[in-house]
């Protein structure tokens, strides 16, 4: 298993991280500030509660000890627990030529090759040199429709709304590493490599991850109302390290500017690697989050994952027919200021069992004293 703290990012002693622990008796909010852990269940029992109350002091948790110490002997939970897990769909170019290539290639990977070439010369260019929700992204929209060109992807690429769903349930998520799940009955799918932001109830953005959002290419390609099925299945979705909180020297434009590499190592010597760089996003980081936060309520926060333009085309077995996960691949996704987030793939039936949901969380936290009323 991958140590925890080399999972830390280079000048990890530097910012202020919040994540959660399991010590032995359930789940710890904790803050890594200056090299040492800090238990914040005094403070609030749950990281939703932190981020409502801003209590991102240390000095309002207990000392645990040093990182290299607790961190030996803890188990690494996801950072986020009461969160809604929402996603911003086709952010990226790269990403809206793939979804248009698994619709035309009504999800099987062995016409996508076929497709893509056709696809990247008529419109590449285009999209990606328009401002989505521009007066030029209308009338390229009128153009392509002409053209019979149009697609539902390119609608949420390019027009003024984002693609904004639901990834996972509260709870659900997992950890760095922990198993990922994909379908038993998908034979086309990939990761994506992700950064994602943590939001207070008020959609104030307080610091961010890495995610990793398992995608099934085939399932969404049949139907984009299969979208569901696609993205939302057992250990499907996986955030970490830890979430690195905003402060003076990181802030917003330090995701803008990021880079997100992703390496992919196969059971049997495949080896894949790629970037998603945050500078190609078609739509900035904020607007995403008012855009998930338009008309909706989230009392305990959400989670935003942002998009990746990363969606892997290299052959792995059959020429021609592309990248699909196997059991046993490692992925790795790391950035330079938020760590590595690794998992090893296993199918989502098979993974382990998600079983502590909401109530369960509760009568934990009772039976540790945590909050009132019975265990």
Not at 284 to 305: C, M, N, W
Request: aromatic share 6%.
């Amino acid at each position: 298993m991958t140590a925890i703290l080399s999972m830390l990012p280079p000048d990890w002693r530097e910012g202020t991280f919040l994540g959660r622990l399991d010590l032995g008796e359930g789940p710890v909010p904790v803050l890594l500030a200056g090299g040492t852990v800090h238990d914040m269940s005094g403070a609030a029992p749950t990281v939703a509660d932190l981020v409502d109350l801003g209590a991102f002091d240390p000095a309002q948790g207990s000392v645990l000890g040093s990182a290299e110490d607790v961190l030996a002997r803890a188990a690494l939970l996801s950072p986020v627990d009461l969160q809604c897990i929402k996603a911003a769909g086709v952010t990226f170019a790269v990403s809206a030529l793939e979804r248009v290539i698994e619709e035309r290639a009504r999800g099987d990977a062995d016409q996508a090759q076929a497709v893509r070439g056709g696809l990247e010369e008529r419109i590449g260019g285009s999209i990606r040199s328009v401002v989505p929700g521009s007066a030029e992204a209308a009338a390229l929209k009128a153009a392509l429709i002409e053209d019979g060109m149009w697609s539902q992807y390119l609608e949420v690429a390019i027009g003024p709304d984002a693609e904004i769903f639901t990834k996972s349930p509260v709870l659900s998520t997992v950890g760095s590493g922990a198993v990922i799940g994909v379908r038993s009955d998908s034979d086309w799918n990939n990761p994506e490599p992700e950064i994602v932001i943590l939001s207070d109830r008020h959609g104030k953005a307080v610091g961010a991850a890495l995610g990793n959002d398992v995608n099934l290419r085939d399932f969404e390609g049949r139907s984009a109302l299969l979208l569901g099925k696609a993205k939302d299945n057992n250990a499907s979705c996986s955030i970490g390290p830890f979430v690195r909180l905003f402060d003076a020297g990181y802030t917003m434009a330090e995701i803008e500017n990021a880079k997100v590499l992703l390496r992919i190592e196969g059971p049997e010597g495949f080896l894949l690697e790629g970037e998603s760089r945050m500078a190609e996003i078609s739509r900035p980081p904020l607007d995403l989050l008012r855009q998930a936060f338009s008309e909706h309520q989230y009392p305990d926060g959400i989670v935003l994952f942002l998009g990746t333009l990363f969606a892997p085309t290299q052959d792995r077995d059959t020429q021609g027919r592309g990248f699909t996960h196997k059991v046993g691949d490692v992925v790795t996704i790391s950035s330079e200021r938020l760590g590595t987030l690794v998992n090893t793939v296993a199918t989502s039936r098979d993974a382990p069992a998600w079983e502590t949901g909401i109530s369960a969380l509760y009568r934990n936290l009772a039976a540790r004293g945590l909050i009132g009323g019975r265990a």
